[in-house]
Nanobody
Framework: QVQLVESGGGLVQAGGSLRLSCVVSGRTFTRYAMAWFRQGPGKEREFVAAIIWRDGVAAYADSVKGRFTISRDNAKNTVYLQMNSLAPEDAAVYYC???????????????WGQGTQVTVSS
């Protein structure tokens, strides 16, 4: 099993930036890809970004492309999500996920963190 702990959420004004972190522990050798998903009030969980742990190949949702950047630090077993130019519609609980497939689908990810709240004021 893989344990994931997110941090870095908070309140930011529109146009501002935040960096989310996800520390990975446990059976880390089993995770091939890491991803960030988000879920806003009354909305379904949606894909934000994913990265292949080994080589750093990344994919983004169209809604965040050019504003968000996913990265990983192998030495720290940590995945990051740098979020710039934040807008009110980005407000959500952000979840880190680990899985054996590089996918935009939440069901492909077996392990999840507890989530971190991002609030964007207009």
């Amino acid at each position: 099993q893989v344990q994931l702990v997110e941090s870095g959420g908070g309140l930011v004004q529109a146009g501002g930036s935040l960096r989310l972190s996800c520390v990975v522990s446990g059976r880390t050798f089993t995770r091939y890809a890491m991803a960030w998903f988000r879920q806003g009030p009354g909305k379904e969980r949606e894909f934000v970004a994913a990265i292949i742990w080994r080589d750093g190949v990344a994919a983004y949702a169209d809604s965040v492309k050019g504003r968000f950047t996913i990265s990983r630090d192998n030495a720290k077993n940590t995945v990051y999500l740098q979020m710039n130019s934040l807008a009110p519609e980005d407000a959500a609980v952000y979840y880190c996920a680990a899985g054996s497939f590089f996918s935009r689908n939440s069901y492909e990810y077996a392990d999840w963190g507890q989530g971190t709240q991002v609030t964007v004021s207009s």
